[in-house]
């Protein structure tokens, strides 16, 4: 159950989240992460993401968000909202709660999407991209994993309103996981928000954490 995660966190929850961490910056185009006592930092360096905090216990939080006063600054904790939100003055702005989820991955046939649709692959380095285009070249549905030993982070997956409910999102999911396994990864994870929680749960991943973000808006 996802509320009862600290009492099996441990050495795998740790293992995850590093995975993700590191797979993210990747994805990202992100300096590697640094490892500190309570998480990591990403370095991450554009407008309104200056720096982003990864902490593994929400005991943490409060600590770490005494010494932040950056906009642009951010958190990504392993709890729940409810967990997050006591340790945090008013200028934080809090999101809703994410899930941190992992899967095995085993072999993957390319997947066919339905007509008209089609599928493209693109690869640069360790970074690898599916897209759905429309019979006339828009993009439906994309997302793009990024391999980092044996362990893929699976990022920025959206399907076009317009195209939803289609399989498409599926599509997406099978191809990156093929070209995971290809490239030598035999497990992947991913952050997914509430809107994308039973898409992944029905493709057999797990949830291994709920992940509460929370940011330093900018000064209006």
């Known amino acids: 159950m996802i509320d009862s995660w600290t009492s099996v966190a441990g050495s795998r929850t740790e293992r995850v989240v590093a995975e993700w961490v590191w797979g993210w910056a990747l994805s990202r185009g992100a300096p590697n992460p640094v490892v500190e006592a309570d998480g990591y930092r990403i370095d991450v360096g554009l407008p309104g993401h200056r720096v982003r905090h990864v902490l593994l216990d929400p005991g943490s939080v409060g600590p770490r968000a005494a010494g932040l006063t950056e906009p642009g600054t951010w958190l990504k904790v392993c709890g ?14 809090i ?4 899930y941190l989820m992992s899967t095995e991955l085993g072999t993957h046939p390319p997947t ?40 893929a982070v699976v ?15 599926s599509v997406v999911m099978s191809e990156l996981s093929r070209v995971a396994s290809a490239r030598g990864a035999v497990r992947a994870v991913l952050v997914a ?11 057999g991943w797990v949830v291994e954490s709920p992940i509460t973000a929370a940011h330093l808006p900018a000064v209006a």
Do not use: F, N
């Not at 999101?95 to 994410?98: D, I, K, L, R």
């Not at 380095?125 to 599916?130: I, T």
């Not at 990022?155 to 999102?169: C, I, K, Q, S, Y």
């Open 193 to 203: 928000t509430e809107a994308g929680l039973a898409l992944y749960r029905g493709l």
């Open 155 to 169: 990022d920025m997956v959206e399907t076009d309103p317009a195209h939803r409910r289609r399989g498409l999102g």
């Open 95 to 98: 999101g809703a709660a994410e």
């Open 80 to 93: 729940s909202p409810e967990q997050v939100r006591p340790w945090l003055s008013s200028r934080w702005t």
């Open 112 to 151: 066919t999407p339905p007509d008209p649709y089609t599928v493209e692959l693109h690869s640069t380095g360790d970074v690898h991209s599916a897209v759905i285009r429309t019979a006339d070249g828009g993009c439906a549905a994309k997302g793009q994993v990024a391999v980092r030993g044996r362990a």
